[in-house]
């Protein structure tokens, strides 16, 4: 099965600054496609050059087999032709038009059957819950309502594509949620192949279906949110995906897939054995685990196998399961833990750290 969108080794520089190097990868049909990574990463960069709103300096962009960008080549698909949808991180509504009118301006713009228009407009109106609101000044609703209206203008002329730069960054946490659901929802109702720009990485693993996680113009890791977060191929991503304990170390043990690491301080040390990420003669390390990828037990008890030593800094219930902070020789770690037992700050404690989850990189 081909690639419905395919980018081929994309770069773009601005100055001295390289913002995309190289980049490669392919959407299939009706998926959303997340680029992830922090401020300055390269993310949006690359979401404009598919949009048209920037050129490369190199490589090729395939749409359903149509070349839009080669500048060996010499080809460059004018925006306005490249049949895409896009919701910005501004909602762009024009405050001098209903809501209807906003909406139905991209199919007055490229002379959608007048008679079909009213009928095109209703159905993305119902379809992002705005149902009824059609003759109001758009500048009128909320928040959250606005980016719908974007949302519905950017649906209604049913794109080949559609790209999302940071869309709810605006909206507070309850309305991000809210329209998390309901992208997703309409997304998938649709049909439609989208690529969406975030720094956030809850909103990146609950809507989609394939996230790429870049770093410094650079592609770190391509792959669904669970492996990302349980299968980090470089430390950068195991630290920017989720949360993450992390401690230096020396490996004194490799094996085809796991390794032993010695944890030191002045007082003592601590050998844990982990998952190794890749393979190397260096003999630094870095442990990196989750906070629910370790167990605790009360009571500081005989050295055990991949345990620590600890005492219990902060604990806080939170229904579901209990997180702690707790103290130990080498560092802090954070623990999130599902039993029913309760903890106080003192106590002295064993913390398990599970082996076959834990990653050495």
Request: hydrophobic share 35%; charged share 25%; glycine share 8%.
């Amino acid at each position: 099965m081909s690639a419905f969108l395919k980018v081929e080794n994309l770069s773009k520089r601005y100055g001295n600054h390289q913002a995309i190097d190289n980049v490669s990868f392919e959407i299939e049909e009706k998926k959303l496609f997340v680029l992830l990574g922090p401020s300055g990463c390269g993310k949006t960069t690359t979401l404009r050059c598919i949009g048209g709103l920037e050129k490369p300096d190199t490589g090729i962009i395939n749409i359903k087999n149509e070349t839009i960008s080669n500048n060996e080549d010499q080809i460059f698909v004018a925006a306005e032709k490249r049949g895409m949808g896009m919701v910005a991180q501004s909602y762009a509504i024009w405050p001098h038009m209903s809501v209807f009118e906003n909406i139905a301006f991209p199919l007055r713009m490229s002379k959608f059957d007048k008679n079909l228009l009213a009928n095109r407009v209703e159905e993305a109106l119902d379809m992002v819950q705005l149902k009824g609101l059609g003759t109001r000044n758009a500048t009128d609703l909320s928040g959250g309502q606005q980016q719908r209206v974007a949302l519905a203008r950017a649906i209604v002329g049913r794109p080949k594509l559609l790209l999302f730069d940071e869309p709810l960054s605006n909206l507070d946490a309850k309305l991000r949620e809210q329209m998390r659901y309901l992208l997703k929802e309409i997304q998938t109702e649709i049909g439609i192949t989208a690529v969406y720009v975030t720094h956030d990485q809850s909103e990146a693993m609950g809507l989609g279906d394939e996230l790429i996680v870049m770093n410094n113009g650079k592609i770190e890791q391509s792959d669904q949110a669970r492996s990302l977060y349980n299968n980090p191929k470089t430390k950068f991503v195991g630290e920017f995906i989720g949360t993450a304990n992390m401690i230096e170390g020396h490996i004194i043990q490799r094996e085809s897939n796991s390794c032993k690491i010695t944890l030191k301080n002045k007082n003592s040390e601590q050998i844990i054995k982990a998952r190794l990420s890749r393979h190397t003669d260096s003999e630094q390390g870095v442990l990196l685990f989750r906070p629910e990828w370790i167990s605790i037990q009360k009571g500081i008890k005989d050295k055990q196998e991949n345990s620590i030593d600890g005492v219990v800094r902060t604990y806080q219930y939170l229904g579901d399961r209990s997180e702690l902070i707790i103290e130990t020789e080498f560092a802090d770690i954070k623990a999130s833990v599902t039993d029913d037992e309760e903890y106080i700050v003192g106590d002295k404690v064993v913390i398990k750290i599970n082996e076959n989850k834990a990653i050495v990189f």
